[in-house]
């Protein structure tokens, strides 16, 4: 559904205020769509075969946000990673999802 919106697949009041938190779990054709991607917290690199030629993760979201910022994303990607350290000492993995023909 590109660019349909979150609207369209879910009902949901669309209000600043009105905040949650999202787990949503992905399944697609592995070998059209090899990277599922979404909101939150998962291990990209393990997706669950679910027989068939599908996969599947699941993604969760642990901080409450407004319906307008839920994205999903799945396709032949490929990722440009790096780390991070906090202030705090604490290191966190970026990544930069690309399409893997340009």
């Known amino acids: ?3 349909a919106g979150f609207s369209r697949i879910a009902f949901w009041i669309n209000r600043p205020d009105n905040l ?4 949503t779990t992905l399944e697609a054709d592995r070998k059209e769509y090899p990277v599922l ?8 690199t393990k997706t669950k075969d679910i027989g068939g030629g599908r996969h599947s993760i699941t993604w969760e979201d ?6 307008y910022l839920f994205a999903v994303a799945a396709g032949d990607l490929r990722v440009q990673e790096s780390t991070f350290t906090t202030m705090s000492g604490r290191t966190v ?3 930069v999802f690309v399409p893997a023909r340009l």
């Not at 949650?20 to 787990?23: D, E, G, L």
């Not at 991607?37 to 998962?42: F, I, S, T």
């Not at 642990?62 to 319906?67: E, H, L």
């Open 93 to 95: 993995r970026l990544g």
């Open 62 to 67: 642990p901080f409450p946000k407004p319906s």
């Open 37 to 44: 991607l979404g909101n939150g917290n998962a291990d990209w």
């Open 1 to 3: 559904m590109r660019g």
């Open 20 to 23: 949650t938190q999202i787990t």
